[in-house]
């Protein structure tokens, strides 16, 4: 019997920001920053963490044109015990490029390079056929239905670290035999989408993207620290590792991937950012009006708040709106309230999300008081579990209501399983069990992590057992399940083992029987990997993204 594989991916990537500026370079801000003591000595406590042994940050704020403080803290370098300051260069991570590269194109189509209706396939006709309709107006919005480079790619188990070349991007783009999503209306977010965009561009100009940007984009705002980032191996004055937490101390961040699909990092430093900030505040500039053309008909990705694929996301605050330069992964690096005139610039060379620090600066400036963090309501109490009162929470609880940004389609739901172990209620990831600690009736607190699961009935959904899941300032909230998990057959077992080829990525699985009788993907070129049951039908598979860094991904069998 011939079987194919469906895979369910969850797979985490990281998106961008869109701003505006002038062909001429800017004025500078200026800078009047002796009568605000009072907020440079907020600032100093909201950054108290950051100091001579840790990463660094630099913060600059900007009201009514002017500068009403600048401060900075932290190292630049930990080896070479270097400050980091406003001069200093930071490599954002990638998806915060597509601010830039989609101003590019805009102002390409300003020069008559081309058009933003132009079909790719008029740059590339070996494109298949079906991506015909497909525009550069879609490929800047997700809306083209090429299959995401990276997720695809990692079925193969090739790690992101491996380097993957434009031939091998088009061969993958050529080879693609349907659409994801229905091209010029359906929505995914799909890092093919800004490589070939990026390949459009410079087909379009006759120039390496880099040297374009520069000449057109950075040097007329005097940006001259800022670059497309594109070879990781340049040496750049005054440049910063991205370092990250681990453990008691810190790592060097040196997992990036090199191909058309992730290739425009942009390098800036805050100085360069201020001057950016500063002019997208001119309407009349170059770069201001190719923003207005991204917002001519602005599609937006799934989620609560106004998230735009080129770059910008709307955010409140009390009653005012952010709007905010970020990918993703809220690392925001500008964020302006328009109506007060207020702007915070902020970069950063340690991983994780930067916009809270934004919020709090903003917060404090107009007097906003921001709730305090739900953990406050967590007051550790004596408890007593008997073991018959820890059963009723135990189960498989399914994410009901988290919206992500990677596709408008409902996607396989999350979800936790709980259980009794040794008299105590523990959490399980795939493999991974979590200890819980008890806080008081209902709450418990994962151990390893700062976060706490609150459980709670509801009377008027026939009293389902929900588990509140409270962390980063955020909840979480997921519902008892009837799933259980499953354990196969020996002769279903068997009947999974064989060869696998998928057409598209022209690549093989080989699937085993362990002795221990698992089954077990197996490539000359990747470690063996087991394949472990799951819930509702599925193998749970763990694919490496990096070299100790993996997620859980999903198999289904289809006769």
């Not at 989609?102 to 020069?111: C, E, K, W």
Request: charged share 20%.
């Amino acid at each position: 019997m011939q079987y194919k594989i469906c895979f369910l991916l969850l797979f985490f990537v990281l998106v961008t920001v869109a701003s505006a500026q002038k062909t001429t370079s800017p004025s500078r801000a200026k800078t009047t920053t002796a009568s605000n003591l009072p907020l440079q000595k907020k600032l100093d406590s909201i950054f108290s963490t950051f100091n001579k042994s840790t990463p660094g940050v630099a913060v600059t704020v900007i009201q009514n044109g002017k500068v009403i403080a600048k401060k900075a803290y932290g190292l630049a370098s930990l080896e070479h015990n270097a400050p980091f300051t406003h001069n200093t260069v930071v490599r954002l991570p990638y998806s915060e490029g597509r601010e830039f590269i989609s101003i590019a194109a805009v102002l390409m189509q300003q020069q008559g390079l081309l058009s933003l209706d132009d079909k790719v396939r008029k740059y590339f006709p070996e494109l298949p056929d079906w991506s015909e309709p497909v525009t550069i107006y879609n490929l800047l919005n997700h809306r083209s239905g090429f299959a995401d480079e990276w997720a695809t790619l990692l079925l193969t188990q090739a790690s992101m670290a491996n380097r993957f070349d434009k031939s091998q991007f088009l061969h993958f783009l050529y080879r693609q035999p349907k659409p994801e999503v229905e091209p010029h209306k359906g929505y995914m977010y799909s890092n093919s989408d800004f490589g070939l965009l990026r390949l459009i561009l410079e087909k379009a100009s006759g120039q390496n993207l880099q040297l374009w940007m520069k000449k057109n984009l950075f040097a007329p705002l005097g940006m001259n620290a800022t670059r497309l980032h594109d070879d990781k191996n340049d040496v750049i004055p005054g440049f910063a590792s991205l370092y990250y937490r681990y453990l008691d101390g810190y790592k060097t961040w040196t997992s990036d991937k090199t191909s058309p699909g992730g290739n425009y990092y942009i390098a800036t430093s805050v100085n360069d950012l201020e001057k950016w900030a500063i002019a997208h505040e001119d309407s009349t500039s170059t770069i201001a009006k190719a923003a207005v053309t991204l917002f001519k008909e602005p599609q937006l990705m799934p989620g609560k708040d106004k998230n735009y694929v080129f770059g910008y996301k709307i955010k409140t605050l009390g009653n005012y709106e952010i709007f905010t330069h970020q990918g993703v992964s809220e690392r925001t690096y500008i964020s302006t309230i328009k109506e007060k005139r207020l702007t915070v610039i902020l970069l950063s060379n340690t991983s994780g999300e930067t916009y809270p620090y934004h919020e709090v600066i903003l917060s404090y400036l107009l007097d906003i008081k921001k709730p305090a963090f739900v953990n406050k309501l967590f007051k550790k109490e004596k408890v007593q579990y008997t073991t018959a009162q820890l059963q009723k929470y135990t189960g498989i609880y399914v994410d009901e209501d988290t919206v992500t940004y990677e596709s408008f389609t409902k996607k396989r739901n999350e979800f936790i399983n709980l259980l009794v172990i040794n008299d105590s209620l523990k959490m399980t990831f795939g493999n991974d069990i979590l200890p819980l600690e008890y806080i008081s009736p209902g709450v418990f607190r994962d151990v390893e992590y700062p976060s706490y699961l609150e459980f709670s009935s509801a009377k008027e959904d026939n009293n389902k057992l929900r588990a509140h899941i409270h962390q980063n300032n955020s909840i979480l909230n997921l519902v008892k399940d009837t799933a259980i998990y499953w354990q196969p057959s020996e002769a279903q077992i068997k009947s999974y083992t064989g060869k696998y080829y998928s057409p598209h990525l022209d690549f093989y699985w080989t699937i085993i029987l362990n002795k221990e009788g698992k089954l077990i993907v197996k490539r000359a070129t990747i470690a063996d990997t087991p394949l472990e049951p799951d819930i509702n039908g599925e193998f749970r598979i763990l694919i490496e993204k990096f070299e100790g860094d993996s997620f859980g991904s999903y198999v289904t069998f289809h006769a």
